[in-house]
């Protein structure tokens, strides 16, 4: 399997039966978040390598740092082939696009999130199981958002979105105690006192990356997350690859 960044929260992942990106379709909505140049987002949207041959699109919520619909109508224009896998929100913004989205309409599957429990969908070639996990129980309680772990054929990872360390609903979807291949997981899991705890005691991942690192912070994040994990990755650096077996 193998992983290359785009920004963010941003990764497109190729295995040996789909080739995924999550979240990565952000256009220039990361703002701070992101350093991504403008050649890289236009190759995303465009499907350009390395970015061409995309099967399927995952957005974990609609928060313009994760997801612009705009980009997303481009790039599944451009790659008929494409699907999208996404919350009520997020295809609503699609809906919004105007006459570009229409012939898109078969090619969006959406799920209502429940969280905690785990939705599993085949789809263009890849197994994913699609949990709700909030992002917030405060001003972001609205904010409907999935967890994904997927099969990719050779291997598997988990994208947790900007979810909050909630063990409870990890446990009941059925993340923890599992070895999964490669985990994304926002930089609060891996730097905060009781994200630590679980992601040493439950998680069983193959490769550690931390994502959603802001490159104003980048510096003192990899340093913390470093000492606590020295295996793990901080990804920060647009189109770094990695291969995962």
């Keep these: 399997m193998k992983i290359i960044f785009v920004g ?17 379709l952000f256009g220039d909505g990361a703002g701070q978040f992101a350093t991504t140049p403008r050649e890289v987002i ?21 928060h313009e740092d994760h997801f612009n619909a705009q980009s997303t109508v481009r790039h599944m224009t451009r790659n008929p082939a494409s699907r999208l896998l996404c919350t009520p929100q997020t ?17 969006i599957h959406v799920l209502q999130p429940r969280e905690g429990v785990s939705q599993v969908v085949e789809i263009a070639g890849a197994r994913v199981e699609a949990f709700g996990l909030s992002h917030g129980r405060a001003g972001y309680a609205d904010v409907q958002q999935f967890g994904f772990v997927v099969d990719a054929g050779d291997a598997s990872f988990v994208h947790l979105g900007d979810g909050i360390i909630h063990e409870r609903t990890l446990d009941t979807a059925g993340v923890l105690d599992r070895p999964i291949d490669a985990g994304f997981l926002p930089f609060w899991y891996l730097t905060y006192p009781f994200g630590i705890r679980l992601v040493t005691d439950r998680f069983r991942l193959g490769r550690t990356f931390g994502v959603h ?7 003192e994040l990899t340093a913390r997350i470093a000492a606590s994990f020295p295996d793990a990755v901080a990804l920060v650096d647009p189109l770094s690859g990695f291969d995962v077996k």
Aim: proline share 6%; glycine share 12%; with cysteine.
């Design 8 to 24: 963010n929260e941003g990764v497109l992942v190729r295995g040996a039966r789909a080739s995924i990106l999550v979240d990565a």
């Design 42 to 62: 236009d190759a995303v949207e465009n499907g350009h390598d390395p970015f061409a041959g995309v099967d399927l699109i995952l957005a974990t919520h609609h």
């Design 91 to 107: 295809a609503a913004l699609i809906e919004k696009c105007g006459p570009g989205s229409d012939g898109l309409t078969g090619r």
């Design 213 to 219: 690192v802001p490159p104003s912070d980048s510096a």
